[in-house]
């Protein structure tokens, strides 16, 4: 159980296009979905919190109008990257939490991202 | 200083080993501790929770969590090659979202 996918896994598009990841909780219900993003060889870095039905709660320095987040439902979360730069390549992350656990995260397999 | 720290490594140790990775913090308000294992190019997968100091075990896992200390570790018993991977603290505290605070990781190399 408890088993997070994202797709796509690896994407390649052009500086200035706009760019969206899927993040579903498969087995599920995820009231909150979280979205990371990772340097090579560095840890997770929250970028937002998002909560099923409401606005997404953006860390300090992430700019919300660049990365577009949606919570549709209880089991899918979606992050645009809008007019992508070279400088957004990275590996995005998502994880999601159990309605039934406060603590609890699963990761999907993250997407790796290069704008060229 | 960094909320929490974590040595990178990497860490090489021959099979069978036992390996000691920790972390240290420190803000003391952090309630619960989770550590995570990350294949190259892949998401963190779970691997232990605990909320208390102590030890808790599961197969050849054991984390301890020394609150005093604010000191987090995860030993691995009987290491294999497949245990290579980087392993990833986590700390959270409840409440303001339940966000969790990640170490740099430390990259584990078991030979054979």
């Known amino acids: 159980g408890a088993v997070v996918s994202q797709h796509p896994s690896w994407v390649i598009c052009k500086s200035g296009t706009s760019v969206k990841i899927e993040c579903r909780s498969l087995?599920?219900?995820?009231?909150?979905m979280f979205w990371y993003r990772q340097f090579p060889k560095q840890s997770l870095m929250l970028m937002a919190t998002?909560?099923?039905?409401?606005?997404?709660?953006?860390e300090q320095g992430v700019e919300k109008d660049k990365f577009l987040i949606n919570h549709a439902s209880l089991t899918l979360s979606t992050l645009t990257v809008t007019s992508a730069h070279p400088e957004d390549s990275s590996f995005y992350i998502c994880?999601?939490?159990?309605?039934?656990?406060?603590?609890?995260?699963?990761f999907g397999p993250g997407t790796r991202l290069l704008v060229l | 200083q960094k909320e929490v720290e974590q040595d990178p490594g990497p860490l090489s140790v021959p099979e069978g080993a036992i390996v000691s990775l920790n972390c240290t913090y420190s803000?003391?308000?952090?309630?619960?501790f989770m550590w995570y294992r990350q294949y190259s190019r892949k998401g963190p997968e779970l691997l232990m929770y605990?909320?208390?100091?102590g030890n808790k075990e599961d197969g050849r896992f054991t984390a301890q969590v020394d609150k005093s200390s604010k000191y987090i570790s995860l030993f691995i018993r009987d290491s294999q090659p497949s245990d290579s991977a980087t392993y990833l603290c986590?700390?959270?505290?409840?409440?303001?979202?339940?966000?969790?605070?990640f170490g740099t990781g430390t990259q584990l190399k078991v030979e054979l």
């Open positions: 994880s999601a939490r159990p309605g039934r656990s406060r603590e609890t995260q699963y």
């Open positions: 605990t909320y208390s100091s």
């Open positions: 998002s909560n099923e039905g409401s606005k997404a709660t953006y």
């Open positions: 803000n003391s308000a952090f309630q619960y």
């Open positions: 986590a700390l959270g505290l409840t409440g303001g979202g339940n966000k969790l605070t």
């Open positions: 087995d599920f219900q995820a009231t909150t």
